[in-house]
């Protein structure tokens, strides 16, 4: 493993508070230090209960990291791995695996755990992968901070539909953070027709 990784692991492969408290306090809080990041700093998470206990919260408002969770079933339009990552990173891993396989040193071999991380280095190394990330956070308007990036129109794909039938002359109809929160008090967060 790459030096500079961390890695967590659970007996069900599922994220437990343990686990991430664990990293947050003795891996990221250490990275923030060693890299002198001023703070307080903002970290995004999801709502996962995993994620939301009292110990971490705790230790994350002494040590100046603003937790902020993303509101839940929100995750295709406000999560950068959902909205910008995980596709490219697949046909990128894809891509790497059959580059690693051509190698006359890999012929008849395969990935297993000792050698995964290696290779999936080679994968998030890659420049598009990295623009990929920087363009997630873009899109779900997280960094820089701006609200009319995210697509609403995710949100309110029924009342897209019906602007779209009104206008065929368009090819997509964006919807802009006003729109959305007047769409919101009009019908509220979760009105599905």
């Known amino acids: 493993m790459p030096p500079n990784w961390i890695l967590g692991k659970t007996d069900t492969g599922w994220m437990k508070s343990e686990v991430l408290y664990e990293f947050i306090a003795n891996n990221f809080n250490r990275w923030l230090t060693e890299n002198q990041i001023k703070r307080p700093i903002l970290l995004f998470i999801d709502g996962h209960k995993s994620h939301m206990t009292l110990p971490l919260s705790e230790f994350c ?5 603003i937790l902020y969770a993303l509101p ?3 995750t295709h339009i406000l999560q950068p791995a959902d909205v910008s990552v995980f596709k490219p990173l697949k046909s990128e891993w894809k891509n790497t695996i059959r580059k690693w396989q051509s ?17 999936f280095q080679e994968t998030l190394e890659n420049y598009e992968m990295k623009q990929h990330i920087i363009n997630g956070f873009r899109k779900c308007g997280l960094y820089p901070l701006s609200p009319d990036n995210v697509d609403y129109s995710k ?3 029924n009342v ?22 007047w769409y919101r008090t009009q019908f509220g967060p979760y009105h599905q027709n």
């Open 61 to 65: 408002e002494r040590n100046g990291i």
């Open 155 to 157: 949100c309110v794909q």
């Open 160 to 181: 897209l539909e019906k602007k779209n039938r009104a206008n065929e002359n368009l090819e997509k109809v964006i919807i802009t953070s006003n729109e959305y929160r």
């Open 103 to 119: 190698r006359s040193e890999n012929v008849q071999c395969c990935v297993t755990k000792l050698n995964f991380c290696k290779v």
């Open 72 to 74: 839940p079933n929100t």
